[in-house]
């Protein structure tokens, strides 16, 4: 066995070129693949991210995501009564109602627009998200025409950096913080105080409310409890469930769309690994008369024609996947169709990815390998020795 | 003409080989075009847009409502012929994977305003006396297999509640690039029940379509709408239906940007494909060439005979890709549905596809020709493969 890979391993640089060309056809193969999950990866990851174990989210029912949720005040202060929330130090239920409202602006550097989400908090926001940190600047102050801006937000949008004043709802505000949240969703929101925004976008209402329970168990009881009390028409969700459920359109639409073109893409590749490997038999027909005339098997012949193939496209795909890592590094920005609203986040890799983009590389070179090594195995002895 | 001959033979030598890099190549051109479709299917409302027509929506943004009686303030505004409104609904029906627009409209003018949805006119006399009535798109009905006088029931996301329709009309669009999977309802038919259900929510509408008698106009006539209600509660923001479009398509902006450098990755892979070929194609034939240049055969016979061969190559492959577009076309068609309203091949699309596989078949013979050039007849001669 050993004998069989140093033989395929070395043939493989036996003709430096047309494997190379291979090689790098594979590689760019995988380099898509991965970019592809690793898009829609980092997408998912961002909302999952978002959401906290230990909280729930209540929203009007069957509305499926803030924007479209609307909640009277009153439904606010049943849902923020019960039992299974947890308590500040002064007794009052950590729980947050917040007003969430989309505001076009206009990106930095660019004249396009996208939707920024504004989220009107209560003080319990960074309470019930111990995540949420500000890292420059300071909170607004309460009764103020101040907010604070998520870090994704201030460096993507225009006017929308510390001290700056960016203006909605026919009032300008100034920016007078800038908080991270883990690298989470929360980031690509402007916060401002739900007493100064709910009145100047004429909405009295709550989006959503965010409840920090007891224990991760009590969520069950509360969601019963939520769901049946006949005062209320709301969907409770555990908030990582919610957000996860919020990646589900762009995603699906990444996923179709990658794999449509990674298998499009691979039949090319499998075409290109096979031309390669035809030659690879054609130039080595004596070569394999010697070998079966020494006795090795046909079983063998196959073998180490196989194997040779799949070693080419694993090199490929290992290149694919270095290639690939490099996109870590990219920020991306895009509308997420869930919710109408721009979402930073960036490509994230998985050893799930990676094995699966190697798994892929491997199969490329099994298609692509198998008919070749199969008119190998088949050569007569004695035809292919006589071939000059 | 006898060089023509020749480089038709080689092409034949190797039959398998030959097959394979025609179908290799013709993969990744039907790639690109398919690519390159779906990128145009983004801008396809865009496209559709009509010069004529303007869209004033809240200024904040369009998730928030204006009031329905700005239809009248707008419609005195100088040069506006005509004022309607659509409001997007934002309703599920059956799971949320089954997505489609669906908007809800005046009934008595939207058609007017909107002369590319076309609808038979007994259906359009239906739509007018059924209030719950719903015109849908062609792509749309047969999507789900609704015909006229289905009940359907969607369930509201913006809107709460279960709201039951029937289908009175089907539409389909006057030209290639009309969106036909809308799902249209009339607005009286949602305020009534906000009225009941939620007054504070009742006399809003999502956009105003505004026509106006001179194209010309349009920036001047927006800055003339917004005017109108500048420092009011309700600002608007007013653009043509062309901008208004092209926002949603910059929303997007980083897949279209991913997809557009993918489309350029796959003319890379041709490129491997058909180079990887020619290169052994030439490395067997350097003795042969050799022997061709000692019977008298010149330089641009050699040269003649490998580009011919590479080109040759390409435009089957080019050809294959082209052909392969429309099945395939129609798959992605069908598995992103949901995601496009309208998804047709541009000819340019072809065109670009067809030049980029003829300037791949150059590249590639660069290479092999250089090499059977600068390999010298006596060391042609000497090898013995």
């Not at chain 1, 009032?171 to 949240?181: H, L, M, S």
């Not at chain 2, 709460?160 to 029937?166: A, T």
Request: charged fraction near 20%; charge should be positive; hydrophobic fraction near 45%.
């Amino acid at each position: 066995m050993r004998l069989l890979m140093a033989y395929s391993w070395r043939n493989v640089f036996a003709r430096r070129l047309t494997s190379l060309l291979t090689i790098f056809g594979i590689a760019l193969v995988v380099f898509v693949f991965c970019a592809v999950l690793m898009l829609s990866n980092g997408l998912r990851q961002t909302l999952v991210d978002t959401g906290n174990d230990n909280n729930a989210v209540v929203i009007r029912r069957s509305a499926q995501t803030e924007i479209s949720s609307i909640m009277y005040r009153n439904d606010g202060n049943v849902v923020k009564a019960d039992p299974a929330i947890a308590t500040a130090p002064d007794g009052s239920p950590l729980a947050s109602g917040e007003l969430m409202v989309l505001i076009t602006k206009t990106k930095r550097g660019s004249d396009k627009t996208s939707n920024v989400p504004v989220r009107g908090v209560s003080d319990k926001a960074i309470a019930v998200r111990p995540n949420v940190a500000i890292v420059e600047g300071r909170m607004w102050r309460p009764g103020s025409s101040e907010v604070i801006a998520g870090a994704k937000v201030a460096r993507g949008f225009q006017n929308a950096g510390l001290g700056e004043k960016v203006r909605f709802a026919s009032r300008d505000w100034t920016v007078v913080g800038i908080f991270e949240a883990d690298g989470s969703g929360f980031e690509s929101e402007i916060w401002g105080d739900y007493d100064q925004l709910a009145p100047a976008f004429e909405r009295p209402i709550y989006s959503s409310i965010t409840a920090r329970l007891k224990s991760p168990e009590a969520f069950a009881a509360m969601k019963a409890r939520l769901e049946n009390d006949p005062r209320l028409t709301v969907d409770v969700k555990r908030e990582k469930q919610y957000y996860y459920e919020q990646s589900s359109f762009t995603t699906t639409y990444i996923n179709i769309l990658g794999m449509v073109i990674s298998i499009i893409f691979s039949m090319g590749a499998i075409v290109g690994a096979m031309i390669t490997m035809y030659a690879s038999v054609a130039g080595r027909t004596k070569e394999i008369g010697t070998l079966r005339a020494l006795g090795f098997s046909r079983l063998t012949i196959l073998s180490a024609f196989l194997v040779e193939s799949v070693l080419m496209a694993l090199v490929g795909g290992a290149i694919g996947v270095f290639g690939a890592s490099f996109l870590r590094f990219a920020e991306i920005s895009t509308t997420n169709w869930d919710t109408f609203a721009e979402l930073a986040f960036s490509f994230e890799t998985s050893p799930q990815i990676i094995g699966s983009a190697l798994v892929f590389a491997a199969v490329m070179g099994v298609v692509g390998g198998f008919l070749p090594a199969v008119q190998a195995s088949r050569l007569s002895v004695l035809a292919a020795l006589r071939t000059k | 003409m006898r060089i023509f001959k020749l480089i038709f033979k080689n092409t034949g030598r190797h039959k398998l080989r030959t097959f394979l890099t025609i179908l290799g190549m013709g993969i990744a051109v039907m790639a690109f075009t398919v690519i390159r479709t779906t990128i145009d299917a983004w801008y396809a409302g865009a496209e559709a847009a009509s010069p004529d027509r303007l869209v004033t929506r809240h200024a904040v943004s369009l998730t928030f409502f204006l009031p329905l009686s700005y239809a009248d303030r707008i419609a005195r505004v100088e040069g506006v012929e005509q004022v309607s409104h659509a409001s997007w609904f934002g309703g599920v029906y059956v799971d949320p994977k089954n997505f489609f627009a669906q908007f809800a409209i005046d009934h008595k003018s939207y058609l007017d305003m909107y002369p590319e949805f076309l609808v038979p006119e007994d259906q359009r006399q239906r739509f007018n006396q059924e209030r719950n009535g719903a015109i849908v798109g062609r792509r749309l009905a047969d999507r789900f297999g609704w015909s006229v006088g289905d009940p359907i029931r969607l369930a509201g996301t913006i809107f709460p509640g279960d709201w039951d329709f029937v289908i009175v009309g089907i539409y389909t669009g006057a030209k290639e690039n009309t969106d036909e999977s809308a799902f249209f309802f009339r607005w009286d038919y949602l305020d009534e029940r906000l009225r009941r259900e939620a007054p504070i929510r009742s006399g809003y509408v999502g956009t105003f379509a505004v026509q106006i008698s001179d194209p010309e106009r349009s920036a001047e006539m927006s800055q003339a709408i917004d005017r109108e209600f500048r420092n009011s509660t309700y600002e608007t923001k007013t653009e043509t239906e062309e901008a208004f479009n092209l926002s949603f398509v910059s929303m997007a902006n980083s897949i279209v940007l991913g997809l557009k450098l993918i489309s350029f990755m796959v003319v890379g892979i041709i490129m491997l494909v058909l180079g990887n070929t020619m290169a052994m194609t030439a490395r067997e034939r350097i003795s042969e060439y050799a022997v061709m240049k000692t019977l008298g055969f010149r330089t641009y016979h050699i040269v003649g005979l490998i580009f011919g061969e590479s080109l040759v190559i390409a435009a089957l492959g080019g050809a294959a890709g082209i052909l392969l577009t429309w099945p395939i076309g129609n798959l992605v068609k069908t598995a992103l549905g949901a995601f496009f309203p309208t998804f047709a091949t541009n000819p340019l699309t072809l065109v670009m596809a067809g030049v980029a596989a003829m300037v791949v078949g150059l590249l590639a013979a660069i290479f092999p020709t250089l090499k059977a050039l600068n390999t010298p007849i006596v060391e042609g001669l000497r090898i013995v493969d």
